[in-house]
């Protein structure tokens, strides 16, 4: 462990710096006061420092939480997320890395700032490559630490009004529940605005389990029927005596078991959106009757003798090849193209790998919470193996395969030993994917893209130079920039937050 020096206040600290103070957040929630936006949490093993850190920062107005180690710290942030999180590097028992990478996970928002003594500061570059904001080397000083406090505190500011910005845009767009962020899926979700707000009937085409339902729903929400019903249909589940019934309804005694009159899908999702999922398997009566809906707007119940109209939005989902249906007459031509105005091809995992990590922190998080887990993270051997397997079941699998790992982890990250074994034995095989965070310049790509090149070729900067396709002189132009991006001055930790 690095020595440490205390960080003692002077005199000219019993008064205000005059330094401007963030404002308070314009789009701040009632309820969310200057206390949680100016608030920071110090966690430091030395008493002295710690103590010296909260008289100071408390005299410049923040609100200061302190906690002795790494576990103290992470129980503050599970009871209330700090603005900042001001942390030592070196600590027994969970160290401020740890700590990192669970304040990521809880508490994505909050700015985080490492201290690190003389002699880490290859520890505090490999925190900085794990998420944190800055970092501040040992011994402080007033001068340098209020400048860096201010300055997360902003950015803090910021990212909390783009969330809440954020969130109302995407409840209001429906793309909540869509996660991805691969050139397939933003063509996806940019081909989704585009349709939602028209009234064109919508086929989306993929595998099972890539989330078409998930699609079907964001276009409605996107739509002007938003707030009208959304029913959704699955044509594979239902037997064939049965599919027209529900979806036209009937009256009562048009069959043997109609003892009253009962409303279809049709009728149902009127002035809303029906979601014809697996129409592949519907039956061709079934499909002459559908066809008649599209083209003139009504339905006919069985048992009866009057039209009815309806103003439905139909979107059609299936997995199988609708073109070779139509070839082999098991689907007709007319429906098909009466369907197919719109269509949307939704990628397999295996095609948009990238946005495995997006997937696994989101069902993480979900499944941790719905089922009182307290897993974090997961490790990079797993997430390797996730990321290099080919998942036939796609989202659907995945999402199982998270939420086991999540109830059976014995840590607070996943690890191998939580996967399954013909998962967990891809850990060293497939394509190496860099994934970005939203908002990040130029230039930070390039150092992401640079360094992880690095990484993966263990430091060897012509192999890299070929595979960015660049020369080998700017590797080392750049290197000579960011000395500490060299494999061989930072090794690899095993845990990543997700």
């Not at 963030?22 to 920071?40: A, C, F, Y």
């Not at 845009?169 to 063509?187: A, F, T």
Request: with cysteine.
């Amino acid at each position: 462990m690095s020595s440490r020096r205390t960080m003692r206040p002077t005199r000219a600290e019993g008064s205000r710096s005059g330094r401007a103070v963030p404002e308070r957040s314009s789009s701040s929630k009632e309820g969310t006061g200057d206390v949680l936006e100016r608030s920071i949490l110090v966690v430091e093993d030395e008493d002295t420092l710690r103590e010296s850190l909260q008289r100071i920062l408390e005299k410049e107005g923040y609100s200061v939480r302190v906690a002795a180690n790494g576990e103290e710290g992470l129980a503050e942030i599970r009871k209330q997320p700090p603005a900042l999180l001001l942390t030592d590097l070196r600590m027994p028992g969970m160290d401020g890395l740890d700590l990192l990478r669970a304040t990521k996970m809880l508490a994505p928002e909050t700015q985080v700032i490492v201290m690190t003594g003389h002699g880490t500061v290859e520890t505090a570059v490999q925190a900085m490559k794990e998420g944190a904001d800055d970092f501040l080397e040992k011994p402080l000083s007033r001068a340098v630490l209020l400048p860096v406090i201010e300055k997360a505190m902003e950015k803090h500011i910021l990212v909390t009004e783009n969330r809440f910005l954020r969130e109302e845009i995407e409840r209001d767009r429906g793309l909540h529940n869509v996660i991805g962020q691969s050139p397939k899926m933003r063509r996806v979700l940019d081909l989704v605005r585009q349709v939602a707000p028209t009234t064109a009937t919508v086929l989306i085409r993929g595998e099972t389990g890539t989330g078409k339902e998930v699609i079907a729903k964001a276009i409605h929400q996107l739509s002007p029927r938003r707030d009208r019903p959304f029913i959704s249909v699955n044509c594979a589940a239902l037997p064939d005596t049965l599919i027209e019934s529900e979806l036209f309804g009937y009256e009562k005694g048009a069959f043997t078991d109609a003892k009253s009159r009962r409303i279809g899908r049709f009728q149902q999702a009127h002035t809303g959106t029906l979601f014809l999922d697996e129409i592949g398997d519907m039956q061709p009566h079934v499909q002459v009757k559908l066809l008649r809906a599209l083209q003139e707007g009504v339905i006919e119940p069985l048992g009866s003798e009057r039209s009815v109209p309806v103003d439905v939005r139909v979107i059609a989902a299936t997995n199988q090849d609708l073109e070779r249906a139509v070839r082999e007459g098991r689907f007709r031509e007319e429906l098909y193209y009466r369907l197919n105005v719109v269509q949307i091809e939704l990628p397999p995992v295996r095609e948009r790998r990238e946005d495995i990590p997006l997937l696994v922190q989101h069902f993480i998080r979900k499944y941790s919470q719905r089922h009182a887990r307290t897993v974090v993270g997961i490790e990079r051997a797993a997430m390797r193996a996730l990321q290099n397997y080919s998942w036939p079941g796609n989202v659907r699998q995945l999402e199982n395969v998270v939420e086991r790992a999540v109830i059976l982890s014995s840590r607070e990250v996943i690890t191998l030993e939580d996967l399954p074994a013909e998962i967990a034995e891809h850990e060293s095989n497939g394509p190496v994917t860099i994934t970005f965070p939203i908002g990040l310049t130029f230039e930070e790509i390039k150092t992401r893209v640079i360094r992880e090149t690095l990484r993966q070729t263990e430091g060897n900067k012509e192999l890299a130079a070929k595979i960015l396709g660049i020369s080998s002189r700017t590797i080392y132009r750049w290197l000579k920039e960011h000395p500490e991006a060299d494999p061989r001055a930072a090794p690899e930790e095993d845990t990543l937050p997700v």
